[in-house]
């Protein structure tokens, strides 16, 4: 059986975000002072998770978060980030660099919703589905190979009278998370969970991603989770968990766990700061 445990968030604040003007992929910009504020209590927040990969998009916003977190961590300091173009936000075409309020008067012009709304020369919701699905099968496939791979060094530890190998500790966010339930069995295969592997990338894609998630693979979630939640695009440096179970290598209808979304608990100081 092959499982990893998957941990997402979204990069800290930029100008561009307080001032509502949509970024997308053609406007690089980087984090505010407050952003950075926000990476470093994510830093804290996941200092004591042993990841195994860290993965992030390629643009600044997201490579200066993705930098920051691990910088704070106990286990990961030099750990390489994989930088991935998949991982950017929904292009937004000529709505880019222009406030949130035109691409709403786009969308009211052409007779439909804004989230759905595609601007010209921007990227489809669909589009975004099938980046994210991509990606996310990468990560499976992965998974699928390090515990072939593991095995095979199993297998050979045990020829040699040696000991086998341990699944790394893996962050269940028990202590962060609320309607999350574990008992000893699911406590004990938790730990053993691996890869442990860190995602940083943006909000409108993050939706998409979620988005398919719930909607084709029918991803479980917190009994405290409402709907609303799902709709929402995650606050900057919101951190979401989630438990996957790929059975005897399954990638295309693999079973997920949410064990968290979008939470931003350790934001309560840096919120606080700017008040």
């Known amino acids: 059986m092959v499982r990893f445990a998957l941990t997402i968030v979204r990069h800290g604040e930029t100008r561009y975000n ?14 505010s002072a407050t952003g950075f504020r926000q990476a470093d209590a994510a830093g804290v927040f996941l200092s004591n998770v042993k990841f195994t990969h860290v993965f992030s998009s390629d643009l600044l916003r997201a490579k200066q978060t993705a930098s920051t977190i691990i910088g704070k961590n106990k286990f990961c300091k030099d750990i390489v980030i994989q930088y991935d173009a998949r991982l950017r936000e929904r292009k937004y075409g000529i709505a880019e660099g222009r406030p949130l309020s ?9 007779g439909e919703q804004c989230p759905s709304f595609t601007p010209s020369g921007g990227e489809t919701l669909d589009e975004v589905r099938a980046r994210a699905k991509n990606f996310f099968e990468f990560l499976c496939q992965l998974s699928i190979e390090e515990e072939c791979q593991k095995q095979q060094a199993v297998l050979g530890m045990a020829g040699n009278g040696l000991e086998t190998l341990e699944g790394k500790p893996v962050f269940p966010l028990r202590n962060h998370c609320c309607g999350l339930e574990l008992n000893s069995d699911t ?15 943006h909000g409108a894609y993050m939706r998409n991603w ?19 939640q799902l709709s929402s695009v995650s606050p900057n440096t919101g951190v979401s968990h989630f438990i996957i179970n790929l059975g ?28």
């Open 210 to 228: 979620f988005g398919y998630f719930v909607l084709d693979l029918k991803c479980t979630l917190p009994s405290a989770l409402k709907k609303s």
């Open 102 to 110: 035109d691409l709403k008067a786009m969308a009211k012009a052409a």
């Open 187 to 201: 406590d004990k295969d938790t730990k053993m969970l691996n890869p442990n592997i860190l995602v940083v990338s």
């Open 18 to 31: 307080k001032d509502k003007i949509l970024q997308g992929q053609g406007v690089d910009e980087p984090l």
């Open 248 to 275: 005897n290598g399954d990638v295309i209808k693999p079973e997920i766990s949410c064990i968290c979304l979008n939470r931003d608990d350790h934001l309560a100081d840096v919120n606080t700061e700017n008040l």
